[in-house]
């Protein structure tokens, strides 16, 4: 059988660096430890939630985001609402503009709504979509435009111009912007679509990436009340959202402005040690540095090695967890592999030790052995 790599990581978690589900591991567990054990001690499990959503949490949300006049609806996790969108949106024949590499989940989605995404090649500077190269791919059945900012896998961000001439090109077009927003928190210079356009603009959100809640799968989508209500009617939590996740997003919500800035520090110096790192690899090389979100792709071309043996080396001989690229690229999946860091320092020192060891146990001539 197939190595399983996460069935791997997950049964040695304890053991693993994770390294490989952009997941941060940096938010201060007192954050929302308190407010779960509270939670927990009540016995709020037992019931369940109110539908809607918290009102604070609704608030928290919206005043997070910044963009007035919309209220956040909440799902279970961002990539519901990815799902949620496609298929209340698209339908048999329509065409989706998106780029590869991508999170290929939202593409599945598009495809389970009869659609198909028409796929620009991004694995090249400027490393993402241009509102031209966008125009040019604007066809007869085009209905949307799939705005990932910043990029999963790249870490490749969108100029706040770049933000606006999508926006009005999809609002100019009668297109739908979906705009998934869950690493912004890592931008320097964030932008949102919805500023521009609004009644174009669908935004997805998460707290999962900046508040460290990936496990309690709790996220949602902004819109005009009008898109709400269609987008509605395929979500599945009619009796609410997970109690305990709600409880922890707000407790993160409420201070993320007090901490949010060391883990933002923190994932750049990582980004930096990586760099390092890979920069002492003849044949391994970034593509996008530095990374505006808290992944990065490592390709692996010049070493002429597939991205699941480097996958399986570093996890079963090292317990440091990346994630091979045909994950997120069709054309270019067998070229690199992504690498997450906002991930305590000792994470990292791991891998500065595991990633040149793990090439030469896999290309013995690509990196020397120290003197």
């Not at 933000?163 to 999809?170: G, K, N, Q, S, T």
């Not at 979500?235 to 922890?248: C, P, R, S």
Request: negative net charge.
């Amino acid at each position: 059988m197939p190595f399983d790599a996460l069935r791997f990581a997950y049964d040695h978690r304890s053991e693993v660096a994770w390294l490989g589900q952009n997941t941060n591991h940096l938010v201060p567990p007192e954050v929302v430890r308190g407010a779960l054990e509270a939670a927990i001690r009540e016995r709020r499990y037992e019931g369940y939630p109110y539908g809607p959503g918290d009102p604070e949490l609704i608030d928290l949300v919206a005043r997070d985001l910044g963009v007035p006049g919309m209220t956040p609806f909440l799902t279970a996790g961002g990539t519901e609402s990815l799902y949620m969108i496609a298929r209340a949106l698209l339908g048999p024949g329509d065409e989706v503009v998106a780029s590869d590499p991508s999170y290929l989940i939202i593409h599945r989605f598009i495809e389970l709504a009869g659609a198909h995404t028409r796929n620009l090649d991004v694995y090249a500077p400027p490393y993402r979509l241009t509102a031209e190269r966008i125009q040019e791919a604007i066809g007869p059945t085009t209905r949307m435009i799939l705005l990932i900012d910043p990029l999963n896998p790249l870490g490749s961000a969108y100029p706040r111009e770049e933000v606006r001439a999508i926006a009005e090109l999809a609002h100019d077009h009668h297109l739908t912007l979906l705009h998934d927003v869950t690493y912004r928190d890592y931008a320097d210079h964030p932008a949102l679509a919805a500023e521009f356009a609004p009644e174009a603009t669908v935004t997805v959100w998460s707290v999962s990436k900046n508040c460290g809640l990936a496990g309690l799968r709790i996220g949602g989508f902004l819109a005009t009340a009008e898109r709400t209500r269609a987008i509605a009617r395929f979500n599945t939590n009619d009796l609410g959202v997970n109690i305990l996740a709600q409880v922890a997003a707000i407790a993160a919500l409420r201070t993320k402005s007090t901490w949010f800035g060391a883990v933002r520090r923190q994932t750049r110096e990582n980004g930096a040690r990586i760099r390092a790192t890979v920069a002492g690899v003849p044949g391994a090389s970034l593509p996008v540095y530095p990374s505006q979100a808290n992944m990065m792709a490592i390709d692996l071309t010049g070493l002429g090695l597939s991205p699941e043996a480097v996958q399986q080396e570093l996890l079963e001989r090292h317990g440091v967890f990346v994630r091979a690229g045909t994950y997120l690229s069709i054309a270019h999946g067998a070229e690199f592999v992504r690498v997450s860091f906002s991930n305590p320092p000792a994470d990292l020192a791991r891998f500065e030790r595991a990633f040149p060891e793990a090439i030469r146990a896999l290309a013995p001539r690509a990196v020397p052995r120290p003197a």
